[in-house]
């Protein structure tokens, strides 16, 4: 798993780097790091990190944060039901789901509240105050105001947030689409034009999954490919 936004990059599998942020690599120091280093042991299964801190579950499903002035792993309450997790620079807050579905917003001080909602949640991105979640049946909802609105574009198997306001997704039958703000090309449609609804990009329907940077896309294929 890997994760890379703004400024500095995460790797999941217990290593970690950074050449901006002093706080933010949690090797419980404040010194930059420009290679790798190892974070704990061999025990994490996913992560997400952003120029704010970082978010991180473990093998036994606890939730775990740093950065934003602490710079070693913190345990995030006591539960060990956690299934997923996004780190968002909007009030340095992250969002979790856990495994039964529930989706949970996390406050600077790594106080926990429940969306209030009957939706079994699966994926949830956030970058700035902008979030979209994932739900079991594949619709797709924003969650910007606190309250889900279904985005009405479905069903999808995967989303991507971009740093500048610019959106993607994968269909359940394997086509990929972006909308949102285009100036450096990222949306992938060969323009510069921004796009307020989904476009498909390309005519492939076996894209698998894809990860975003503030200016730039990756993606995989099921074949393997990048």
Not at 197 to 217: A, F, R
Request: hydrophobic residues 30%; contains cysteine.
């Amino acid at each position: 798993f890997f994760s890379s936004r703004r400024r500095h990059t995460r790797l999941q599998g217990d290593w970690s780097s950074d050449v901006c942020s002093s706080d933010l690599v949690g090797d419980g120091t404040n010194i930059d790091k420009n290679v790798p280093i190892k974070i704990g042991d061999k025990e994490w299964i996913g992560m997400s990190g952003t120029e704010g801190g970082t978010i991180a579950i473990k093998i036994d499903g606890s939730l775990w944060g740093w950065g934003n002035g602490t710079n070693t792993p913190v345990k995030i309450g006591n539960d060990n039901d956690w299934l997923k997790c996004c780190y968002i620079d909007y009030q340095d807050s992250a969002l979790a789901i856990k495994k039964d579905g529930s989706l949970w917003y996390i406050y600077q001080n790594n106080s926990l509240t429940k969306f209030n909602n009957n939706i079994n949640w699966i994926d949830v991105r956030g970058q700035e105050s902008n979030i979209f979640g994932l739900a079991n049946d594949g619709t797709l909802w924003n969650l910007n105001t606190g309250t889900p609105s279904n985005f009405s574009f479905s069903p999808c198997k995967a989303i991507e947030l971009g740093e500048v306001g610019t959106y993607y997704a994968i269909k359940t039958d394997g086509t990929l689409w972006a909308w949102g703000d285009n100036t450096y090309g990222q949306i992938g449609d060969g323009t510069t034009l921004a796009k307020s609804s989904p476009v498909q990009i390309g005519v492939g329907s076996t894209w698998k999954s894809i990860s975003v940077g503030e200016l730039y896309v990756v993606a995989i294929k099921n074949d393997g490919s990048l």
